[in-house]
């Protein structure tokens, strides 16, 4: 149990302002002990020198950035309860950024809130593992060798078809866009800058798939921009800078542009299967 590092700070919500969560330990010979937090890497002590992954979204992004990442990893494991005094004495928030993160941290189903029962950590299967955020924690973390072959997988499925739907739709400005992250790739490309390279891929994805005319398939856009993101290894010819990578770029817009489906789906297919360490990602057929 986590000791009291100093003192409750003004200024916090009053406490009927918490009573959406209700965390009052379950009674019984049951009770599930509380997170050890000491255990934590030291460097988490303060949650306000946690800025690199906040995202400018104060300490409230923080607090979410680190508990969901504590989750995520196992450091804190299902059905640990989360008690909002210890979490605003650990990390030295008040208890509405506390209070705020934990709600964000239950729309993400990470944790669940109950009455008499308190809040707790909710099992991988109750996760939304389609959130940008949950990716990117289970990327950066224990799991990230499941979440690339996962995201590979999702992304060998969702891709393809765009291509070929979005060669129907005759939209010029979005296929000149296209066109013209295919130029900042290879200018980018040719000068070396990788973090370039990376923004443009991201954006021509995400455009290729709007351009699908398909809503559902639109509202996937963001775990595609995740995957390339989250990425850092080779499986897909678009996470790293190559001369194959563009070049299948290239015949995908030119696909496009023809409005041959076929031809923008097989140079998907390509594109997503240019690195040979692919193979042990994408899908086998099966055997009867």
């Not at 965390?23 to 002590?45: I, K, N, Q």
């Not at 996962?150 to 010029?172: D, K, M, N, Q, Y």
């Not at 923004?199 to 290729?208: C, M, P, T």
Request: net charge negative.
């Amino acid at each position: 149990m986590m000791t009291a590092a100093r003192s409750v700070e003004s200024g916090l919500a009053d406490p009927g302002g918490i009573d959406r969560y209700p965390y009052a330990e379950a009674p019984g010979a049951d009770r599930v002990p509380a997170p050890v937090w000491d255990g934590a890497d030291t460097d988490l002590g303060r949650v306000g020198r946690r800025t690199a992954s906040s995202r400018g979204r104060g300490l409230h992004g923080q607090l979410v950035q680190q508990l969901g990442q504590m989750i995520v990893s196992g450091d804190l494991g299902a059905d640990r309860p989360l008690v909002p005094e210890e979490i605003g004495q650990r990390f030295e928030v008040s208890r509405t950024v506390v209070r705020e993160s934990l709600r964000v941290l239950e729309a993400k189903g990470l944790v669940s809130a109950r009455p008499n029962v308190g809040t707790r950590v909710r099992p991988v299967s109750d996760w939304n593992l389609l959130d940008p955020d949950i990716i990117e924690w289970r990327a950066f973390g224990p799991q990230r060798d499941d979440q690339r072959r996962e995201l590979s997988e999702l992304r060998w499925t969702i891709e393809p078809l765009a291509a070929r739907l979005a060669a129907g739709h005759g939209r010029a400005d979005v296929q000149q866009r296209l066109v013209d992250m295919v130029g900042i790739m290879g200018h980018a490309l040719a000068q070396g800058d990788a973090i370039t390279f990376s923004r443009a891929d991201a954006e021509y994805h995400s455009l290729l798939i709007q351009l699908a005319g398909n809503r559902m398939l639109e509202h996937l856009s963001g775990i595609v921009s995740a995957a390339l993101q989250v990425s850092g290894g080779p499986i897909a010819g678009c996470d790293r800078p190559t001369e194959a990578s563009l070049g299948h770029h290239v015949r995908i817009s030119d696909a496009l542009g023809a409005g041959d489906g076929a031809a923008a789906e097989s140079a998907m297919r390509q594109l997503l299967t240019v690195q040979p360490e692919v193979e042990r990602v994408v899908p086998a057929p099966r055997e009867h």
